[in-house]
């Protein structure tokens, strides 16, 4: 029976031991309101990986738009991709690869991807992809074209994003469909001239988004841009998730080991009730008192 008390007494500071070495893991609490704290950015070294370019190849020769780029590249840079030394379009890098649509100038193209971390450092070129485009329209003057002076954009949730674009060359009048990338209606507009545009958009909430920009001219030819849209500050549905991880592995360490200590605790007691149970007959059978 000492022996059985004993174990259980060490069963119970093993327990212990053990839930407060758990809890250790369990991530401290945020600071509170009235705290005071000191956020900084440390410069880094930029990327030293290049991005690649694996579809399309070089050789190749296209008569309809968009055309789909894509390749490796370091996670969590923004990839873009040049055309002629002219930008056609950004997208994150998510998990080893990205993939955009772009579109092209006629005739000849060389395709250049470049990354770039969260501080604007940029990284090596790419392989060079030269492809060709050839028109299946007619159309006289230079091709539509897209451009603008802002890979990604962002703004805090509820309030305007301001993206200014430039569009040149086609014919009027121009149809430019915008979709944000948020599940809402695209934005239509209609541009009679050529020139600088400003698209205007309103974020319900913290995110990165897909913005797909496609204008077409009066003689159907088209032109393209994809591009990085950011509704500001944490994504709630992540952090939602995480906290709920974080609560449930807390459940789960201060109860299972009470559990587990609760079963100890019955079978020990069970064990020394038998074990007095024994030792009571055996001094009844030797005729001595059955309690000393």
Known sequence: MVFLNKLLIQLIVFMFAFNTG???????PGPKTDSTGVEGTIQGNPPS????????KTGQTFAELPITVSGLCPNKTLVEISKNNVFAGSIDCINGSYKLLIDLFDGRNDLVAKVYD???????????????????LDSSGPRILLTTQYAKR??????????PITLSGGTGPFAINVDWGDKTDPD?????????????????????YKVTIKVSDANGNSAFLQLVGIGNGKIQQH??????????????????PMGVLFA?????YWLG??????????RLRKGEEPFK
């Open 273 to 282: 009730q038998k074990h007095q149970l024994e030792a009571i007959r055996r």
């Open 118 to 136: 969260n501080l604007n450092q940029s990284g090596p070129d790419s392989n060079t992809v030269t492809v060709t485009f050839s028109s299946p």
């Open 188 to 208: 239509l507009i209609s541009q009679q001239i050529p020139g600088d545009i400003n698209l205007q958009h309103t974020y319900a909430q913290a995110g990165i």
């Open 22 to 28: 758990a809890l250790a893991l369990i991530p401290p």
């Open 49 to 56: 990986q290049a991005a690649t370019i694996d579809v399309p």
């Open 239 to 256: 952090t939602q998730a995480v906290q709920g991880i974080i609560s449930s592995e807390k459940t789960k360490v201060l109860w299972w």
């Open 154 to 163: 962002g703004a805090d949730p509820g309030t305007i994003l301001n993206w």
């Open 264 to 268: 100890l605790s019955i079978a020990a």
